[in-house]
């Protein structure tokens, strides 16, 4: 429960230093729950934030999110996650922050991709960058 209150007031307090036009993204495989909320990040920013909250009735949640996590731009290029500042890799609940170098130049888009265990395929989550921030889904 109190991870729950956690990611709340973590997605609450990005997502109202956020343009208004970002919402949560959330992913639902195989009873595991991936939300994700975009700080962050504008052509400013040195890094850009990401909130993440992994969620799951029954299944306890180890994933590396630095090393599991990766943005991709337009032009395929991937780049690795600076740091995650939230939960440790372990229990059915868990919430933080993942940092990343921004982009330079700030690309149209970019697509946060989290690949799981046991997962065929990455969990997409996009963002088109024009003039302000909006989810891409």
Partial sequence: MGYRI??????????????????????????VTVAVTAGNLSP??????????LSSPSKDLRDDLVK??????????RYRALIWEGAPSAGRHRAGVLKFIAVKPRPEWIELR??????????IFGWLL????????
């Fill in 44 to 53: 400013e920013a040195s890094v850009w934030d990401f909130a993440v909250v």
């Fill in 6 to 31: 956690f990611a709340l007031v973590l997605a609450m307090s990005i997502s109202l230093a956020a343009p208004a036009e970002i919402i949560t993204q959330t992913s639902t495989i195989r009873g």
């Fill in 68 to 77: 599991s996590a990766v943005l991709v731009d337009p032009q395929g290029r």
């Fill in 114 to 123: 989290i690949s799981r265990p046991g997962e065929a395929g990455p969990r």
């Fill in 130 to 137: 024009g003039d302000g921030v909006m989810a891409a889904r």
